[in-house]
């Protein structure tokens, strides 16, 4: 629709004519819209509920209730969001007010100064207002799921949380967490690459292009964040159960010594058998949970892969753009 209303304006106003340039970024501004929409359904539904159902042991415990409920209210119509919503449109609009010092023109009323112009600098504006909206909304919900998982990695947190060190998806179990996080730096990663196509111009390579792509790069340290607190959840965990296991080690440890030093051997003999068995079970035990322990530091190759493809999807629509003919 938003397309359809594009090009009935490339048709009645000479400033936006139907060229390369015209076409793609109406058909990019078009299909991000409903993508950013789509997007942001998904993220609010989706996503919480994960939190709620998958991390936690209980959901009326104190502390996950504290946690989930500054979740729900610093993703909605917090100081914070309203923080990151002027701070981007001051970062675009300034942007704009220089390149219009420059001599650049933003407004088609002012090339053209007629009714048709008029409603498309309306439309083009609220459209432009509408995306960048959405595109704030996105970073702030990137932001507070990154503070989430950095929070609940917290040992104080190592009671509440629901994991199963033994899982092979390497994250305690919790692959749909992990899933769903990389689904949101998918979604943030295809909205940037539309926002760069939606900021082609004849002009040249435009100032919103490198803000774009820096947002990018700080759109990695916080996925790159969220993943690290997943490992660091499952490392809790096993130092928890590390913790238990030397404990019971040195309980039973005393005990032999207490059985041994009574000096009755052939009387006890059975119960020191026992004793040592238990001690080279905790102590596997022990050895097989420290090997766990140092594979979860280490990086994850196919993560690695898959942001490296994610960074490369934008720098190729860049080099397309230049390549396409548009001068730098």
Known sequence: MIFVVFLLFMIKVNFFPPDRYSMV??????????????????????????????????????????????????????????????????VFIGGSFFEYIGGRPLFAFSMEPTLWSALFDIFNQTIGTLILFLFATMVWFMVNVAFVLDEVSKPEYRENVIVDILCVDR????????SSILKLHAIYTITITLLILSYISPFGVTYEIFVLALLLFISLFFIMRSIGALRKIVRNCMEQQVDNINNKYHELSGKLLDVISKGDLVRDGYEVMAVKLSMDTLYAERERLVHLYSGSRTVDAGLLIQFIGSVVIPIVTFIVKVISGVPT
Not at 171 to 178: E, H, I, Q
């Open 25 to 90: 970024t109406s058909l990019s501004v078009s299909i991000l819209v409903g993508f950013q929409l789509s997007g942001l359904c998904y993220m609010y539904t989706q996503i919480p509920a994960l939190f709620k159902n998958l991390l936690f042991c209980s959901q009326h415990d104190k502390n996950a209730e504290m946690l989930l409920s500054r979740f729900q209210r610093q993703i909605g119509l917090s100081r914070g969001y309203f923080l990151v919503v002027l701070i981007l449109f001051i």
């Open 171 to 178: 994250v305690g179990g919790l692959k749909r967490l992990k």
